[in-house]
């Protein structure tokens, strides 16, 4: 839609044009003069007119509005924003001494150093640990630390703390006197963004007639945020072929999805597969990638600081890759560049020991290995 929008000065001289066209004799417009206040009066009001036209204009279509009004539009289909998610990940609570028994309650607080975010302790019944009679983890005495899992407190992608940063023991625990993150937590993802919210209902229009492709992507897209997957139709998962049956390998971001995040995606697609056809559902296969460099730094910035800036924004941009999605070998450097503004150059930059492109299959996913940044 092409409209005719005019600003304030165009407003006015349209109409002092017009008034001067029409009139018999000379028309005052100088400054002060009671028709040049007139005049802008009038455009003044035909302004905000046209305001009101325009935010009615892109609040009632999908592809303009944003935010609340969106959420209101696709309210009438029944169609909802996917919500934030929450980070995990793994914690050590450490001890200087280990004379006695400690216990780590589910629900033990921990947080980043700025006391910015906070982590709950989660329960693992695989942990060894783990002692549901006490609620909590019971540290037996001789051992010096433990390794639980934790939860951010309140959703969304600013809880996906570094390797490091979480070091802060919120209240305290008896007999446990420090706590630390050996690596990096996943999984939080702020409330689905527009664009992407816009692009799930086109697919959802898509899959209404059900047993589609459409149908089946839309429903694993709308299991949780992050979500990846690739549909191999009349093949087995070794490639064989075999008509009527299809398989579909998703991933939860991580790289690693659980057993139960599986059976989800099983459940998802069953409710609008095809009559009579087969299928399976597969976790990707991990290829790890292994990248070493080194940079020189702006002698005006603090070198160790840029190296961990570099390594996070690799972590960040290798752990987003999707299923199947190539890892170009040129695209490290820009990576390292677009980190910081003092990295000066880049060099002996290896991915998995060469110089080459690391691909992936439709079946695998590309994540951090080892990131080794000097």
């Given at each position: 839609?092409?409209?005719?929008?005019k600003d304030f000065a165009t407003l006015v001289r349209d109409q002092v044009t017009a008034i001067t066209g029409?009139?018999?004799g000379l028309v005052d417009f100088t400054i002060g003069s009671l028709m040049l206040a007139v005049v802008e009066s009038n455009a003044s009001a035909l302004q905000w007119v046209q305001q009101l036209i325009l935010n009615l204009l892109a609040t009632t279509r999908a592809a303009t509005c944003a935010a609340s009004d969106l959420d209101s539009w696709m309210a009438d289909f029944n169609f909802y924003r996917l919500s934030a998610s929450q980070a995990t990940g793994m914690v050590?609570?450490?001890?200087f001494t280990a004379t006695q028994p400690a216990l780590i309650l589910i629900g033990q607080l921990v947080a980043s150093a700025d006391g910015s975010q906070q982590f709950a302790v989660t329960v693992d019944t695989t942990n060894s640990l783990y002692n549901a009679t006490l609620g909590g983890y019971l540290v037996p005495a001789g051992t010096i630390s433990a390794t639980v899992p934790v939860k951010a407190n309140i959703?969304?992608?600013a809880g996906n703390a570094l390797a490091g940063t979480v070091t802060m023991i919120v209240g305290s625990i008896s007999g446990i006197d420090t706590v630390t993150n050996a690596a990096a937590f996943a999984n939080g993802m702020d409330a689905e963004q527009d664009d992407a919210f816009r692009a799930r209902f086109v697919l959802w229009v898509q899959s209404l007639s059900k047993g589609t492709?459409?149908?089946i992507g839309f429903a694993l897209a709308s299991m949780q945020q992050g979500v990846s997957y690739t549909l191999t139709e009349n093949q087995d998962i070794n490639g064989n072929f075999t008509p009527g049956f299809f398989y579909a390998v998703v991933d939860d971001g991580s790289g690693n999805p659980s057993s139960t995040f599986l059976a989800s995606a099983a459940n998802a697609i069953e409710a609008v597969r095809a009559f009579t056809s087969r299928f399976a559902v597969f976790p990707p296969q991990l290829v790890q990638a292994n990248v070493t460099m080194q940079l020189v730094t702006d002698p005006s910035g603090n070198h160790a600081t840029i190296v961990n800036m570099v390594n996070a924004a690799l972590q960040t941009y290798i752990a987003s890759l999707k299923l199947g999605q190539l890892l170009p070998y040129s695209q490290l450097a820009a990576v390292a560049y677009g980190a910081s503004p003092l990295v000066l150059n880049v060099t002996n930059i290896q991915l998995n020991g060469g110089t080459a492109d690391l691909a992936a299959t439709q079946r695998?996913?590309?994540?951090?290995g080892t990131i080794a940044v000097g």
């Amino acid at each position: 839609m092409n409209l005719n929008i005019k600003d304030f000065a165009t407003l006015v001289r349209d109409q002092v044009t017009a008034i001067t066209g029409r009139a018999a004799g000379l028309v005052d417009f100088t400054i002060g003069s009671l028709m040049l206040a007139v005049v802008e009066s009038n455009a003044s009001a035909l302004q905000w007119v046209q305001q009101l036209i325009l935010n009615l204009l892109a609040t009632t279509r999908a592809a303009t509005c944003a935010a609340s009004d969106l959420d209101s539009w696709m309210a009438d289909f029944n169609f909802y924003r996917l919500s934030a998610s929450q980070a995990t990940g793994m914690v050590t609570l450490s001890r200087f001494t280990a004379t006695q028994p400690a216990l780590i309650l589910i629900g033990q607080l921990v947080a980043s150093a700025d006391g910015s975010q906070q982590f709950a302790v989660t329960v693992d019944t695989t942990n060894s640990l783990y002692n549901a009679t006490l609620g909590g983890y019971l540290v037996p005495a001789g051992t010096i630390s433990a390794t639980v899992p934790v939860k951010a407190n309140i959703a969304g992608a600013a809880g996906n703390a570094l390797a490091g940063t979480v070091t802060m023991i919120v209240g305290s625990i008896s007999g446990i006197d420090t706590v630390t993150n050996a690596a990096a937590f996943a999984n939080g993802m702020d409330a689905e963004q527009d664009d992407a919210f816009r692009a799930r209902f086109v697919l959802w229009v898509q899959s209404l007639s059900k047993g589609t492709k459409a149908a089946i992507g839309f429903a694993l897209a709308s299991m949780q945020q992050g979500v990846s997957y690739t549909l191999t139709e009349n093949q087995d998962i070794n490639g064989n072929f075999t008509p009527g049956f299809f398989y579909a390998v998703v991933d939860d971001g991580s790289g690693n999805p659980s057993s139960t995040f599986l059976a989800s995606a099983a459940n998802a697609i069953e409710a609008v597969r095809a009559f009579t056809s087969r299928f399976a559902v597969f976790p990707p296969q991990l290829v790890q990638a292994n990248v070493t460099m080194q940079l020189v730094t702006d002698p005006s910035g603090n070198h160790a600081t840029i190296v961990n800036m570099v390594n996070a924004a690799l972590q960040t941009y290798i752990a987003s890759l999707k299923l199947g999605q190539l890892l170009p070998y040129s695209q490290l450097a820009a990576v390292a560049y677009g980190a910081s503004p003092l990295v000066l150059n880049v060099t002996n930059i290896q991915l998995n020991g060469g110089t080459a492109d690391l691909a992936a299959t439709q079946r695998q996913v590309i994540r951090p290995g080892t990131i080794a940044v000097g």
